[in-house]
């Protein structure tokens, strides 16, 4: 079935099923969508994730917590790899896909999408919990996040004062106490973040790659790779500054290191959702299992296991996980990028790091 034809099919069942509608009586938990007959045949379902205690969420959660596999009486199966390795099969295998729903990360939705894995004509538009996700946890109308994970300033509050925005990386008092994400782990990813507070753009990144490069001459900062350094370097106080993750903050936080987190001005808006495969076999299946994961309640059930913050705007989580939701004032403070634009220019980029941040 050509992508096109398929396509059309979607809007129309789309269009016909009306989302909102029952049918019968019958109506799937936190999808809003009638239970078709073909789904009734025991499909085959294939949802491709990692593996460990961030997998077996996903299952308990959307899988079974959610109703979805008893509701859709559908045979569910894993491929279980890393997300790397779900980008590359999915690019291989985009004209005929080994599995029918991946979870990643935004950045990798768009490399799929870019690669035309994911179907252009994708509208995630008419599902019931899709406008309670506000548009920093959007890519286009294909791909939609249920958790954020957000890269702002965490900072040491002994040697620290409370930051105004990403210059006080540059401020003299912090020289060699200051880190920047290694460009193969977030740093590629943030780059864009500081870029656009810089004024610049996906396409002209130089604004940022100068001024990291000004930083690595003054500054002499750290370039940690993995999450476990920038949380020993900051438990041993050598680390005073640096983009890095809320959720991990707040880790730092209740292990008892003097540390807070603060939001600046294009802070890094990166999200956990689930990209459909272009040419699945299950297309109705898809679009509700992905309606699942934006749904408040199973959104809630997710953080009170992994304490980030949910992206639907109607969830009410229990007072000791409040402070893990980012602030409603704190949305519109993300920076506006677009996903493709930046994965198609990696490359590029990484060439430039290496010649003016790396070897300033």
Not at 147 to 157: A, E, S
Not at 164 to 181: A, F, L, Q
Request: glycine share 8%; aromatic share 12%; net charge positive.
């Amino acid at each position: 079935m050509s992508t096109k034809k398929r396509a059309m099919d979607r809007r129309e069942f789309l269009k016909y099923a009306g989302y909102a509608a029952t049918i019968g009586g019958g109506m799937l938990m936190g999808a809003g969508m009638p239970l078709s007959r073909k789904a009734s045949a025991k499909a085959k379902f294939t949802l491709a994730r990692v593996g460990g205690s961030w997998g077996d969420g996903l299952v308990k959660v959307f899988v079974e917590g959610s109703g979805f596999r008893k509701k859709w009486d559908v045979e569910v199966e894993y491929a279980v790899q890393i997300d790397s390795v779900s980008v590359s099969k999915g690019i291989i295998n985009k004209e005929n896909p080994i599995f029918d729903v991946f979870n990643s990360y935004n950045t990798d939705a768009a490399k799929l999408y870019s690669a035309g894995a994911i179907d252009p004509d994708l509208d995630l538009s008419g599902l019931s919990n899709y406008e309670d996700i506000p548009p920093q946890a959007k890519v286009g109308k294909y791909f939609a996040g249920f958790l954020y994970l957000n890269i702002g300033l965490c900072y040491n509050t002994k040697y620290v004062k409370r930051p105004e925005s990403y210059r006080d990386m540059w401020n003299p008092k912090y020289k060699g106490r200051v880190g920047i994400p290694a460009y193969g782990w977030n740093g590629r990813y943030w780059l864009h973040a500081i870029n656009k507070f810089l004024g610049g753009t996906e396409d002209n990144t130089m604004p940022a790659i100068e001024a990291l490069g000004d930083l690595m001459k003054k500054q002499k900062p750290l370039v940690p790779d993995t999450v476990d350094l920038v949380k020993k370097l900051f438990h041993a106080g050598e680390l005073w500054i640096m983009p890095f993750w809320d959720g991990r903050t707040r880790q730092l936080i209740e292990e008892g290191a003097p540390v807070d987190f603060f939001w600046p001005q294009d802070y890094l808006a990166l999200f956990h959702g689930m990209a459909i495969m272009n040419n699945t076999k299950v297309p109705e299946i898809c679009m509700d299992f992905v309606n699942a994961t934006l749904a408040p309640r199973n959104q809630v059930e997710f953080v009170k296991i992994f304490k980030y913050s949910p992206t639907n705007r109607r969830c009410e989580l229990p007072r000791e996980l409040e402070g893990v939701k980012v602030p409603e004032k704190e949305l519109e403070k993300a920076a506006d990028i677009d996903w493709v634009k930046v994965v198609n220019n990696l490359e590029k980029n990484l060439e430039l790091w290496n010649k003016h941040v790396l070897g300033a």
